[in-house]
């Protein structure tokens, strides 16, 4: 392993340490537990020298004669001794492995607890992370990943902390009692193994870091799994309209057959790891058995402490064993930690600004903006300049991907880079003001709804900042023209929507969006082409709300049917990037230009 990926390592673990803190008082009394644990198993295995040597010893036979002593015949105090020993093991044995049960039970329940609170923990903080994250982050990001790291990358940490922190203390504290026992009965026997030890080091070494590396494209194999489950879920109609089923089927197929490719990887690591360390410590043992047949170290040997050394080499097998084989959870869940402190690292939003008001009047300008999204060489937008008065509405049209919706993201400062020019609300920068005060001055209805899990009156009320009534949203739900169907159905404003409003229609779902948007009340309204789901007597029969919502605000309204901007103050045709004409709905017309176009085109002479 390199010296810049041990540093690494170390560098992750220690910060990781840092979501142990809160948690010390449990964290001391499951390693006390744990300790105790290891400690019981080398004291039984202390305790098998006297029970051999002065419990039977006396009993064996004259190595001379075959006769039994005088002592063995119970002629003598030593018979008494003897059996004394005896007496005492059964006591002994069960008084050690209720210890060993009682710390069992405190290091397990107090490692699952710190695990489940650590899991819980930095699962929030990553969600928490996200809402604070720029929306270009998030648009650069494979969804499928995103929802990975909040379930999958945390899930190989609680294995990190948990189970691998159990097996690592536990049984490191039980491999250490065995050589203390070991050395304390017979230094020399116990000496071949410090010659295996370092063969094992360099063993666990070369294998941790390939399991680091396999573990982290796993991590990335399952971030694909997820994506493509995810894909298909919400196209779901559009796989069975298309006959899709075979062409989804072989998409998963390959990214699950890649999980399982990797899987493999670091199943033959462990795999190979494991039976290797058992083979180097067989040497070990050989050497012990083969060492205890010599004269010389027979002289200084008994039946008791042959054994001893014995048991606790056969003892520390399975503790070696385990160590080498959550090596392999240990690298996977610091692989995992990697990840996760990476995306923990990643600047929130720029929020520099200072301004606040409870209130705007809604002047909004655009002064010669140019704009370019990250990764693109020409410009998102280019040179855009116009004003709005409070209580005007601008409408923006023109062809799919002209910026209509960019310049909608820049007024809620979804994208804050500019390339030049300023946006000013107010006659105030867009930089200056502080994201939550600017943010609470716009109201946002696109044509992508977001509906949560929850009833119609909890989506109209979303987000709401103080409480509201029942009334409220009654009436925002009037001037959405929305109370139409919702009257309709058994349980009225309590009918719960289904996963983002599959319970509803396209134009139910886009009318309780707009009634969001009238109960937040906020001086400055985006419509992003918000009528684009609604029939045509849907959209008619809203217009009414929307005039409705449109007073006293300053209105941008994103539109493809030109029937609803005929009205607007202002018209501004982009395309490109550019404003390429403006003006209202007649002058647009008496034009002849682009807008004339799209207007003959949806409407004909």
Not at 333 to 339: F, P, V, Y
Request: aromatic residues 8%.
């Amino acid at each position: 392993m390199t010296t810049s990926s041990q540093s690494e390592v170390r560098v992750v673990f220690l910060r990781l340490l840092t979501y142990f803190v809160p948690l010390k008082g449990v964290l001391c009394l499951s390693v006390f537990g744990l300790i105790l644990y290891g400690l019981v198993d080398a004291t039984f295995i202390y305790s098998i020298k006297p029970f051999i040597d002065q419990g039977f010893a006396s009993n064996i036979p004259d190595s001379a004669t075959g006769a039994v002593s005088a002592v063995d015949l119970g002629m003598g105090a030593g018979f008494d001794s003897d059996n004394d020993v005896l007496r005492m093991a059964p006591f002994v044995v069960v008084g050690l492995f209720t210890l060993r049960g009682l710390a069992n039970f405190l290091s397990t329940y107090g490692i699952s607890y710190i695990s489940a609170r650590m899991i819980m923990d930095m699962r929030q903080q990553v969600f928490e992370h996200y809402l604070r994250l720029p929306v270009s982050y998030i648009d650069s990001e494979s969804s499928g990943n995103l929802i990975s790291r909040v379930t999958y990358d945390t899930e190989q940490i609680a294995r990190a902390s948990g189970s691998a922190l159990i097996t690592i203390v536990r049984d490191g504290i039980t491999v250490i009692g065995m050589l203390g026992v070991m050395f304390y009965n017979s230094w020399k026997l116990s000496l071949c193994i410090l010659i295996v030890g370092p063969l094992i080091g360099l063993v666990i070494a070369v294998v941790s870091r390939k399991f680091r590396k396999v573990s982290k494209q796993i991590q990335a194999a399952m971030g694909g799994v997820t994506s493509v489950t995810e894909q298909m879920i919400k196209g779901h109609k559009n796989v069975l309209v298309f006959g899709g089923q075979d062409t989804e089927s072989k998409r998963f197929a390959k990214v699950n057959d890649d999980n399982r490719s990797r899987t493999m990887k670091l199943a033959l690591a462990q795999s190979i790891s494991q039976p290797l360390v058992m083979v180097i410590g067989s040497f070990a043992l050989a050497f012990v058995l083969y060492a205890s047949s010599l004269d010389s170290m027979k002289a200084d040997l008994t039946a008791g402490t042959f054994a001893t050394i014995l048991a606790a080499m056969l003892a520390m097998l399975q503790p070696i064993k385990s160590l080498t084989r959550v090596n392999a959870e240990f690298q996977r869940g610091i692989a995992a930690c990697t990840t996760i402190f990476e995306l923990l690292d990643v600047p929130a939003e720029t929020d520099k600004g200072s301004f606040e008001t409870e209130r705007v009047n809604g002047h909004l300008s655009f002064k010669q903006v140019d704009f370019r999204y990250n990764n693109q060489e020409g410009l998102a937008l280019d040179g855009v300049d116009f004003s709005v008065k409070p209580g005007e509405t601008l409408a923006l049209v023109g062809r799919s991907g002209s910026g209509k919706s960019t310049i909608a993201s820049l007024i809620t400062r979804f994208y804050s880079d500019l390339e030049s020019g300023d946006i000013t609300l107010d006659d105030v920068s867009l930089r200056d003001y502080k994201l939550a005060s600017l943010r609470s001055q716009v109201a946002l209805v696109s044509q992508q709804v977001t509906l949560i899990n929850d009833t119609i009156a909890a989506n109209i009320a979303y987000a709401y900042p103080g409480v509201v009534s029942q009334e409220q949203i009654e009436h925002a739900a009037q001037l959405a023209n929305a109370m139409e169907f919702i009257e309709q159905l058994p349980e009225g404003l309590q009918t719960q929507v289904g996963e983002n409003g599959v319970m509803l229609s396209g134009g139910q779902r886009q009318r309780i969006a707009i009634a969001r948007a009238i109960l937040r009340d906020a001086p400055l309204l985006v419509l992003d082409e918000a009528t684009s789901a609604l029939d045509t007597e849907s959209e008619k029969a809203i217009q009414g709300g929307l005039d409705n919502l449109r007073q006293n605000r300053t209105s941008i309204v994103i539109a493809h049917r030109l029937s609803t901007i005929e009205n607007a103050d202002q018209i501004l045709v982009v395309d490109q990037g550019k404003i390429i004409e403006r003006g209202t709905h007649d002058s647009l017309l008496a034009k002849q230009g682009v807008y004339y176009n799209l207007y003959q085109m949806q409407f004909g002479s």
